[in-house]
């Protein structure tokens, strides 16, 4: 069974920085393209950013290039985000993701909350 | 990358059928067939319900399909029932790597 188990949100003042990790489990990680998708409260999905599976290229939506790193650990099965430079604007839920079909997300993990506030 | 766009909310009676449109532009509907749609109930994570535009992952009921024309996705749910209810969101390749998902539609069974 595909499992994606999210760790690491919290509460962050503006300017703070976060590491998010994700935990995947029950498909060989390593094969796979992954994304971390986010959702602010009461609001619709966004997609952040993706990574392809050797970890050699990363891919960003405008409003966080330059302040989130996506990486991924492929010997610890382990998917991370680091945000730095953190505003009000990222607070949100999120998601660890999994392509599954080309161009698709298939699994979704269950989501880490990150509120940015002083 | 603008989110591509939905109706805010569509409703429909247990049985009806309701359609939900997504509307982007020749930059991602539009120049791929890389669309899917997404059901989410409240506090929890979305599901897969359509990807490649029409196709079902196994274990979604054919009451839910999917199709493109032009700029524009639709997501079909027939013979509507109570677990419907929750909300929908599509999603697009944009090219070069990049995604983009729609507003989001909330749909209510009566």
């Known amino acids: 069974e595909v499992q994606l188990v999210e760790s690491g949100g919290g509460l962050v003042q503006p300017g703070g920085s976060l590491r998010l990790s994700c935990e995947a489990s029950?498909?060989?990680?390593?094969?796979?393209?992954m994304s971390w998708v986010r959702q602010a409260p009461e609001e619709g999905l966004e997609w952040v950013a993706n990574i392809k599976p050797d970890g050699s290229e990363e891919y960003y939506v405008d409003s966080v290039k330059g302040r989130f790193t996506i990486s991924r650990d492929n010997t610890k099965n382990s998917l991370y985000l680091q945000m730095n430079s953190l505003r009000a604007e990222d607070t949100a839920a999120y998601y660890c993701?999994?392509?599954?079909?080309?161009?698709?997300?298939?699994?979704w993990g269950r989501g880490t909350l990150v509120t940015v506030s002083s | 990358q603008s989110a591509l766009t939905q109706p805010r909310s569509v409703s429909g009676s247990p049985g009806q059928s309701v359609t939900i449109s997504c509307t982007g532009s020749n930059s991602d509907v539009g120049n791929y067939n890389y669309v899917s749609w997404y059901q989410q109930h409240p506090g929890k994570a979305p599901k897969l319900m359509i990807y490649h535009v029409d196709k079902r992952p196994s274990g979604v009921p054919d009451r839910f399909s999917g199709s493109k024309s032009g700029n524009t996705a639709s997501l079909t749910i027939s013979g509507l029932q109570a677990d419907d209810e929750a909300d929908y969101y599509c999603c697009s390749y944009a090219g070069s790597y990049t995604y983009v998902f729609g507003t989001g539609t909330k749909v209510t069974v009566l």
């Open positions: 993701a999994r392509f599954g079909m080309v161009g698709t997300i298939d699994y």
């Open positions: 029950g498909f060989t990680f390593r094969t796979y393209w």
